[in-house]
């Protein structure tokens, strides 16, 4: 199976501040890497695929970059509604693999 | 508007069975590739299966194969899991989730671009 490694588990941060978080594929997924927002309580939401592709009516300030075994997916100025757990996760194959998780507060 | 409703949660005893129900709209449901992910209090997500569009072919994670089965009715836009042998680590909210395929050439890779918002299981004695 492909292990999917996030980076950091967790981060405060505050309203406005930029941030990156980090996902490495334990061997090459191509660009086959998708990011998902989780809310207690909500469905998840699909931000990004493909590695790089915004997910219609996900806001511009979300990005992600990267191929082969790194990944980023960056928030340029956090937004209140952007607090939540995100989670990486690989489809070059089965069994389809997330990591583990970036949980992020408010500061 | 697209719309993946879950049904089918409830408290089970370990050893029993349950089957979820996902209830499809707003879509061509044969057009789409469907799965089941779960989420464990506490844990993170966890893929468990995908099925076909005309549900001919079916994979799973090894933590459920032979003791879940996932199935659709593309007629009623409806998709299922059989949860069978169930297991105290089970106890999850399990999602419904349409599969997004963004490179056709490439076979099943994708993107989980829907998700319903959940029903709950909890095996317990």
Redesign the interface.
């Known amino acids: 199976d492909i292990q999917m490694t996030q980076s950091p588990s967790s981060l405060s941060a505050s309203v406005g501040d930029g941030l990156t978080i980090t996902c490495r594929a334990s061997e090459n997924i191509n660009i ?1 890497l ?1 990011w ?1 927002q ?1 809310k207690p ?6 931000l990004i ?2 590695a790089s ?1 915004l ?1 219609s009516g996900v806001p511009s300030r979300f990005s992600g970059s990267g191929s082969a075994r790194d990944f980023t997916l960056t928030i340029s100025s956090l937004q209140p509604d952007d607090f939540a757990t995100y ?1 990486c ?1 690989q ?2 194959n ?8 970036t949980n992020l507060e408010i500061k | 508007e697209v719309q993946v409703v879950e049904s089918g949660g409830g408290l089970v005893q370990p050893g029993g069975s349950l089957r979820l129900s996902c209830a499809a709209s707003g879509f061509t449901f044969s057009n789409y590739i469907m ?1 089941w992910v779960r ?1 464990a209090p506490g844990k ?4 468990l299966s ?1 099925i076909s569009y005309s549900g001919s072919t079916t ?1 799973y ?2 933590s459920v194969k032979g003791r879940f089965i996932i199935s659709r009715d593309n007629a009623e836009s409806s998709l299922s899991l059989q949860l069978d042998n169930l297991r105290d680590d089970d106890t999850a909210v399990y ?1 419904c989730v349409r599969v ?1 395929i ?2 056709p050439a490439s076979g ?11 029903t709950t299981v909890i095996v317990s004695s």
């Not at chain 1, 089965?94 to 998780?101: A, E, I, K, N, R």
């Not at chain 2, 993170?44 to 893929?47: F, M």
């Open positions: 086959y998708n998902y989780v309580g909500k469905a998840p939401k699909l695929y493909g592709t997910q989670y996760q489809s070059y089965t069994p389809y693999t997330f990591g583990q998780g | 799965s989420q993170g997500l966890e893929w995908y994979y994670a090894e999602y997004f963004y490179n099943v890779k994708g993107a989980f671009d829907f998700w319903g918002q959940g």
